[in-house]
């Protein structure tokens, strides 16, 4: 039976209702040195220079953290930036062939890359035929087995002794929509995940630059009360708004404006109608109670996750405020399946240490997870643009700060890289919406999705508790 990450949501939902440090590392904000052909099957590391890793703490804004020359502010010609976050899927794992669909500029998966097995032997990476597996292990524990000190070979040993889920991949036949996405906007090939640990904390990051602690999925009685991205826009007049499908992520903290968190067909009618707010987050479906399942957490069918997200891309295409919208479409964490990029170290980003559990590796917050797909999407980006800075969740969270010059909430965010270079704003090259590739539904996978996975996410029993 599978394991959601809503899981503790939903056993602690009623309960929620009723409740209603500086590192001395340093790293290259910018991967430029050359990287390996994909014929190796090594880790590829992150080129180090001399720049501080945390030169900038909480609070510090955009006008005093980015060199000069660079856009901010008014500058950016963007009124309405939108975040889509899908689950559970590496780079490699979806990204990984870019390269031999015509993408020559992406780091791709090597064609011999392997992990070992208990016994030594080589488990190569393969074609994955099946569009629904079982779950893999992205936790804390898990993520730190599969980084092994940096060469990334944990990833069999840790829970899937044959290899069959964690090292299969998927291609341009698979995700034909994506990898036409990825083809047509801009992506970045050192966009990794904000810890090596599971969804909770991952997402944690994307709302408030920190997991507070955090290192497993748990919950807070009554609600998280930590500052988030949402207190900040608030303070500055900036309008928002959560699109959820079955729950919004968010429901975990106290939201001081619940009128902004709204079902995602409401984000399908201020597309149309021309009236996004300044900001946008999109939860997908994360189980099949009221529809499909639209999150690809596993064991969902990627292609309903795709085509879910080219919906989403459409309507963009089609609204009035297109020619001044940015879609960042991102993953919370790897999943467990394979990557061949080991996690450089990053920026602590505040005091708060690890909340260890008897049996956890004794890490910190000091270094990136691993990479998860990162596509942006706007008439301003470059076309076809692969960047090779390094980024994160919080990277997306400097881009809002960056446009309205907002303060960051943590030194993580204050030292982020803004995501800048993928974009061109003297020149939209992309104002008239290109045509991409059709988002389909493959019948005879997705017959073999419901038998070998018949219940999907319902087994764990939220039909009932989900709010409507």
């Not at 990794?192 to 290192?215: D, I, K, Q």
């Not at 207190?231 to 902004?260: C, Q």
Request: glycine share 8%.
């Amino acid at each position: 039976m599978t394991k959601h990450w809503l899981t503790p949501v939903v056993a602690g939902l009623l309960v929620v209702v009723a409740g209603c440090g500086e590192s001395d590392h340093f790293v290259s904000v910018v991967a430029t040195a050359p990287r390996p052909p994909t014929s190796t099957s090594t880790p590829t590391a992150t080129p180090t220079l001399a720049v501080p890793l945390c030169a900038f703490q909480a609070g510090a804004l955009p006008a005093d953290t980015l060199p000069a020359g660079v856009p901010r502010g008014d500058q950016i010609p963007i009124d309405h930036i939108v975040v889509l976050m899908q689950e559970n899927r590496s780079f490699d794992s979806y990204f990984g062939e870019l390269p031999a669909a015509g993408h020559r500029d992406v780091d791709g998966l090597p064609a011999n890359a392997s992990n070992p097995d208990a016994e030594g032997a080589a488990v190569p990476v393969f074609h994955q035929e099946r569009y629904c597996t079982e779950d893999t292990s992205h936790s804390w524990v898990g993520s730190h087995v599969e980084y092994s000190d940096g060469k990334n070979d944990g990833f069999v040993i840790q829970n899937d002794p044959e290899g069959a889920r964690a090292m299969g991949y998927y291609d341009q036949t698979d995700l034909p929509f994506y990898y036409g996405l990825a083809k047509t906007f801009a992506i970045g090939d050192r966009y990794f995940c904000s810890l090596l640990g599971p969804t909770y904390p991952n997402r944690f990051y994307l709302l408030a630059a920190t997991s507070f602690g955090h290192t497993h999925n748990d919950m807070q009685q009554g609600g998280f009360t930590q500052r988030t991205i949402f207190d900040v826009l608030d303070e500055h007049a900036i309008s928002w708004k959560i699109y959820y499908g079955d729950i919004p992520f968010t429901f975990l903290f106290r939201i001081k404006n619940l009128r902004n968190r709204v079902r995602l067909s409401r984000f399908f009618d201020d597309a149309a109608a021309g009236a996004l707010p300044q900001v946008s987050f999109i939860d997908p479906a994360f189980s099949n109670a009221f529809g499909p399942e639209t999150d690809e957490h596993p064991p969902s069918n990627i292609q309903v996750g795709q085509q879910f997200t080219a919906g989403i891309v459409q309507a963009l295409m089609e609204s009035p405020n297109w020619p001044t919208t940015t879609l960042f479409i991102t993953y919370d964490e790897h999943g467990g399946f394979f990557d061949h990029v080991a996690p450089p170290p990053a920026c602590v980003p505040d005091d708060i240490p690890p909340t260890l559990e008897a049996g956890d590796p004794d890490a910190q917050f000091d270094r990136y997870g691993f990479r998860v797909p990162f596509i942006a999407v706007s008439p301003y980006v470059k076309p076809g643009f692969v960047s090779h800075h390094v980024y994160d969740h919080t990277s997306i969270l400097r881009f809002i700060e960056t446009r309205f010059a907002l303060p960051a909430l943590t030194a993580r965010d204050a030292n982020a890289d803004p995501l800048l270079d993928l974009f061109d704003f003297s020149s939209p090259a992309l104002l008239n919406p290109p045509l991409l590739p059709e988002a389909s539904v493959d019948a005879t996978r997705q017959a073999q999705c419901t038998a070998d996975f018949p219940t999907g996410n319902t087994d764990i029993g939220i039909a009932a508790r989900l709010p409507h």
